[in-house]
């Protein structure tokens, strides 16, 4: 089944310096963290603040192709994990006929956010991007951990991310 999701906010990995990006559920119960790269989180980012630029990035570009084609963005999924790596799609609209597009998470939000288009998650990712193995042993104390973290991450607010500066 699939959930709706937005944007909470962007923070960094204090262990590998990597941005991640927090989607939550409309009810705020359930939250996934998505590491990416630093130029997606700055796509991003830019799009939540609502700067603006001379010129058009990337993220930019792609959406105004899309609409000067007549192909409107509807929505994007996130539909799988694979060898830790979350699976996206792009589902556009052009002439009546649905095109799904494989893309990476990151650029598929940064897209949605652009679009605007709602941003959809399955609920066996959502599941399954709690027990991602990220090559170490899991111990007592790492289940704590990571049980710990869950609850940090979905219990973060708005107000908990600040500004994101790149």
């Known amino acids: 089944m699939l959930i ?5 906010g962007l923070t960094i990995d204090p262990v590998t310096n ?3 990006v927090i989607l939550k559920d409309l009810q705020e119960n359930k939250a996934v963290p998505i590491w990416i790269g630093l130029f ?11 700067i603006v630029f001379s010129r058009p990035m990337t993220h930019d570009l792609l ?5 000067a084609l007549g192909a409107l963005v509807e929505k994007i999924e996130i539909v799988d994990i694979r060898n830790n790596t979350f699976i996206a799609s792009i589902h556009l609209m052009k ?3 649905e095109l799904v597009i494989d893309a990476r998470p990151s650029d598929a939000i940064a897209l949605a956010l652009r679009a605007p288009a709602p941003i959809f998650i399955d609920d ?3 599941d399954k991007s709690r027990s991602i193995d990220f090559g170490t042993k899991i ?4 289940k704590l951990k990571e049980e710990k ?3 940090f991450l979905e219990n973060l607010t708005a107000e908990d991310f600040g500004k994101y500066k790149m």
């Open 18 to 20: 990597t941005p991640i």
């Open 95 to 97: 002439d009546g006929k």
């Open 124 to 126: 066996r990712v959502i």
């Open 4 to 8: 709706e999701m937005k944007v909470a």
């Open 40 to 50: 997606e989180a700055s796509a991003i980012a830019t799009e939540m603040e609502k």
């Open 63 to 67: 959406n105004d192709c899309l609409k």
């Open 139 to 142: 111990t007592d104390l790492d």
């Open 149 to 151: 973290i869950k609850e």
